[in-house]
Nanobody, 129 residues
Framework: AMQLAESGGGSVQPGGSLRLTCTASGHTYNRLCMAWFRQSPGKLREGVAAIENDGRITYGDSAKGRFTASQDSTKNTLYLELNSLKPGDTAIYYC???????????????????????WGQGTQVTVST
């Protein structure tokens, strides 16, 4: 099975930045989708970004132009740059992996909860003054 480990979370002031890292180990399959999600207190988990093996990225509404996802396939590592952070971005950020979707006319990798079956433990991001 695949294991995912997130790191890089912490506490920052509004307007600050963080870089989250997700490292995959175990059975890492080249054709899987990788994604970032987040869950704020009292809210449902929401998708932030999904990356296909060829580097194509689909962002969720929560990314809102302030977050940038990337990957280093050679290192089985996924990154999420968080910029211009706001208190509303406070959440546990999760890395996930799952199979590619075969649904026509939509990206093969989307930041949708139902597409992913491997999850990391999450890393806490807190934005406050």
């Amino acid at each position: 099975a695949m294991q995912l480990a997130e790191s890089g979370g912490g506490s920052v002031q509004p307007g600050g930045s963080l870089r989250l890292t997700c490292t995959a180990s175990g059975h890492t399959y080249n054709r899987l989708c990788m994604a970032w999600f987040r869950q704020s207190p009292g809210k449902l988990r929401e998708g932030v970004a999904a990356i296909e093996n060829d580097g194509r990225i689909t962002y969720g509404d929560s990314a809102k132009g302030r977050f940038t996802a990337s990957q280093d396939s050679t290192k089985n590592t996924l990154y999420l740059e968080l910029n211009s952070l706001k208190p509303g971005d406070t959440a546990i950020y999760y890395c996930a992996a799952g199979p590619r979707s075969t649904t026509p006319y939509v990206p093969a990798c989307r930041p949708a909860n139902s597409q992913y079956n491997f999850w990391g433990q999450g890393t806490q991001v807190t934005v406050s003054t």
